[in-house]
């Protein structure tokens, strides 16, 4: 009688065991691009700012996310960082503009302001975004854009 209790405990854990193996399938990551921001009403000492970036799922499965937090570094010194519980979803081989609200703290505007000033030139900034799309313990995901930025040489006061 314990050879048929034994056999389905084993095809049962036999199917879990192929279900798990689904869940971590590989996936390509997200493709983010900042695409905008707009100037939101700050408090203090703080600037605030509404970034607008596209998320591009280019995988077989959707992405479906209950939050989202940003972090901005500008020139290897960090600038901006928002946190949102928006909730959305990405189709397969879809994609969406997603807004957050970032802060800008003005301890943060002088950090930049500084290190711009020891520079010859604001082209070619480089700029580093990283953020996740929350979605439960095994569906958050991890994303990166790197880039560099041109800014204004009028803005450089020396």
Known sequence: MTARP?????????A???????????????NISVIGAEP?????????????IRVQNPNETPVDFNGIALNLEVN??????????????????????IVVPVSITAFAVLRQAYGLSRLDSLQGLPYVLRGKLAGGPLGTV????????????????R
């Open 16 to 30: 879990c065991a192929l279900n798990a193996c689904a869940l971590f399938q590989p996936r390509d990551p997200l």
């Open 40 to 52: 939101l009403p700050g408090q203090e000492l703080e600037m605030r700012m509404a970034v607008k």
């Open 76 to 97: 290897g010194q960090p600038l901006a960082a928002g946190v949102s519980d928006q909730q959305g979803h990405i189709g397969r081989y879809d994609e969406a503009v």
């Open 142 to 157: 991890r994303f990166t854009d790197k880039g560099k930025l041109d800014l204004p040489e009028a803005g450089l006061a």
């Open 6 to 14: 034994a056999r389905f405990w084993l095809i049962l854990l036999l």
